[in-house]
C-alpha cells in the first residue's frame, strides 16, 4: 500500500553549465526541511532514462517520499535542458551528473549520499560512480538500478528492424519518435551512434565500483528494451563485494517503465531504503514476503 506524499519544498533550479550548447541543467531539488543549512546535509540524484524528463514514471513520486532531501534534472537534450539527444553519448550525461553534482556539493554544501537511475541514467550514474568513486562520488553509500542495461551491443537489435534499416540507407539515420512531457519528441540515430553505444564499456562494475556501496537492481521480467538477463549479471557483478550488499528485485508482471506500477516502485524501493538505513541488508533475492500458492 501507497504511503503519504511526504511535505516538502520544491524548487526549479537551473544549473549552469559549462558546454555552451547546453547552457543550463533545469532540475528540480526537494528539501525536508528548507528553512535548516544545507552544508553537510544528504541527498540523493534521480536520473531519468532514454527519452525521459525529471518528473517521469516513478521519479517524482520517489522524490517526494525519500526521507531525505533529492535532486531530479533533466539530461541534456531532453525536456527543459538545451543541447542535442544523441543516442550514443552517454559520457555526456555523466559529464552532467558531475556538473550537477558540483553545483550541489561544492555551491549548497550538500553530501550526495544516494543514486537513483532508471535505464540509460542509471548506466549513466553506474559510470559516475565508477569513473569518480575518488573524488566526485565518493560519498556515495547508496544506489538503486531500474531498467538499467549492461550488455550495450544489444542495441545493434533496434538498428537491425527492417523499418529502421531502410531509413539508414535512404537518409543515413533513422527516427525515434515519442511523447515526452506531453510534447512529441523525435531522435535521430544514426549507424555511428549505435557504434559509440556499444562501446560504452559497463564492466568497469566488476573491478571499480565502490566495495562499500548497497545496491538494489529492479528490474521488470517483461522488459523488452533491455532483457531481463541484464539484470542477472548487475547481479554476479556487485554481489560479490563486501561490505556492501546487493540485493536482485525481478518484477513478474512489469516492464521495462513499471508501466502501471509507479506507486509499488516507490514503496518497494522505500522499504529497501528502510533496511539500508538500519544496516540490514543481506546480499540476495529481494522478495516483498508474498509466497506464492503451490
Not at 516538502?8 to 550548447?21: A, F, V
Not at 517526494?64 to 539527444?85: A, K, M, V, Y
Not at 511523447?179 to 549507424?191: D, H, I, L, N
Amino acid at each position: 500500500m501507497s504511503a503519504e506524499i511526504t511535505s516538502k519544498k520544491t524548487t526549479k533550479i537551473s544549473i549552469p553549465h559549462p558546454d555552451d550548447e547546453v547552457r543550463c541543467i533545469s532540475g528540480v531539488l526537494e528539501q525536508l526541511s528548507p528553512d535548516e543549512p544545507t552544508k553537510g546535509r544528504r541527498i540523493a540524484l534521480i536520473l531519468h532514462g532514454t527519452m525521459g524528463h525529471k518528473d517521469y514514471l516513478f521519479q517524482k513520486r520517489l522524490a517526494l517520499r525519500l526521507p531525505i532531501d533529492s535532486f531530479r534534472f533533466d539530461f541534456r537534450g531532453n525536456h527543459e535542458t538545451p543541447g542535442t539527444w544523441r543516442l550514443g553519448d552517454i559520457d555526456e550525461d555523466v559529464q552532467d551528473i558531475r556538473v550537477v553534482a558540483a553545483y550541489l556539493t561544492k555551491r549548497l554544501g550538500y553530501v550526495v549520499d544516494a543514486v537513483v537511475g532508471h535505464s540509460r541514467g542509471s548506466v549513466a550514474g553506474m559510470l559516475w560512480v565508477c569513473w569518480y568513486a575518488d573524488s566526485d562520488a565518493r560519498t556515495v553509500r547508496a544506489y538503486v538500478n531500474a531498467s538499467g542495461r549492461y550488455r550495450m551491443f544489444k542495441m545493434y537489435d533496434q538498428m537491425r528492424r527492417p523499418d529502421n534499416q531502410a531509413q539508414l540507407e535512404k537518409q543515413g539515420f533513422y527516427e525515434i519518435n515519442a511523447t515526452v512531457a506531453r510534447k512529441p519528441f523525435v531522435g535521430r540515430v544514426t549507424e555511428d551512434d549505435h557504434h559509440k553505444f556499444a562501446a560504452i564499456d559497463s564492466s568497469v562494475v566488476w573491478d571499480r565500483f565502490p566495495a562499500h556501496v548497497d545496491v538494489f537492481t529492479m528490474h521488470g521480467m517483461k522488459d523488452t528494451v533491455v532483457p531481463t538477463y541484464d539484470a542477472i549479471i548487475y547481479a554476479r557483478a556487485l554481489g560479490a563485494r563486501s561490505p556492501g550488499t546487493h540485493s536482485l528485485c525481478l518484477e513478474e508482471d512489469a516492464d521495462h517503465n513499471f508501466t502501471g506500477m509507479a506507486d509499488h516502485v516507490v514503496d518497494t524501493i522505500l522499504e529497501w531504503w528502510g533496511m539500508f538505513e538500519r544496516r540490514e541488508l543481506k546480499t540476495g533475492i529481494w522478495h516483498t514476503g508474498v509466497r506464492p500458492k503451490l
